[in-house]
């Protein structure tokens, strides 16, 4: 197995790999409660799983996983109003991926991909690339920052297959049938079998209120019917959404670092 993992390399191994051109991947997840059957780290553990992935036919490497992100919002992760979840403020979660693009540029990293997990992060990991795009051109240096999120990746048909056509939309899937059965196939170690609950769709209104009251979240914490994840579900999932991101980022990043 190839080591792709820059916390387990040496530093003149790192700094081969930078020297070849190759793609440096930062997954992005949070530390959020995913109801009473999945880890509170699901988001970092697939945002990491998916980068590795991914890096490994284009000869990319992957960074720590972040494993704080923004708070969790009721409509999209159940909310703050859960015992366990720990989020950072926005400027945080900014500045703390600011400080490790600043690192990248300053080792002479060309290209860099961020792979976030976690819905609520979106906004504050622009902010990082927009503010470390400005410090590069000042200086008149230059580094690549493509940002995605992995369920964007997800092919036409996939959704229609696995819900028969009632899939709620990404943001109520919060711990439900697409997180489930992801889960249950790349660690199926990690999911209380016994515990997936089968909550009916939250329903919200269209607007949040502070402070967050949890109205609306199922006590679960899962925002959607979860009974019918399955291991072949989570396999189709994890497959279609690597293959798309390495056809995907193939056509945008240096061809010298594809193997
Ligand atoms: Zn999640």
Redesign the pocket.
């Known amino acids: 197995m190839i080591n792709i993992n820059c916390e387990m390399m040496s530093w003149p191994e790192y700094q081969q790999h930078i020297e070849q051109g190759a793609a440096v991947f930062l997954p992005v997840g949070?530390h959020?409660q995913?109801g009473p059957h999945l880890p509170m780290a699901?988001?970092a553990i697939?945002s990491q799983r998916i980068c590795e992935r991914v890096a490994l036919p284009l000869g990319g490497i992957v960074l720590p996983v972040q494993r704080y992100g923004y708070k969790s919002q009721a409509r999209s992760?159940g909310g703050q109003t859960f015992c366990g979840t720990v989020s950072l403020d926005g400027a945080t979660l900014t500045n703390t991926v600011l400080d490790i693009l600043r690192e990248l540029a300053r080792h002479g990293v060309k290209q860099c991909v961020i792979v976030n997990?976690?819905v609520e992060n979106q906004w504050f990991l622009i902010e990082a690339i927009e503010l470390v795009q400005r410090e590069l051109a000042a200086l008149n240096q230059s580094m690549k920052v493509i940002r995605a999120e992995y369920w964007d990746f997800t092919p036409e048909g996939v959704y229609e297959q696995i819900f028969a056509g009632d899939f709620p939309g990404v943001d109520l899937e919060?711990?439900a049938l697409i997180?489930t059965s992801m889960m249950l196939y790349l660690h199926p170690e990690l999911v209380r079998q016994g515990l997936i609950p089968n909550d009916p769709l939250a329903q919200f209104p269209p607007y949040d209120v502070y402070p967050q009251n949890g109205r609306g979240v199922p006590k679960s914490g899962v925002l959607a019917p979860a009974a019918d994840a399955s291991a072949e579900k989570g396999e189709l999932l994890v497959n279609s959404i690597c293959n798309s991101m390495i056809e995907g980022l193939r056509a945008d990043l240096d061809k010298k670092a594809s193997v």
């Open positions: 949070a959020e995913h699901t988001d697939f992760g997990g976690h919060h711990a997180e």
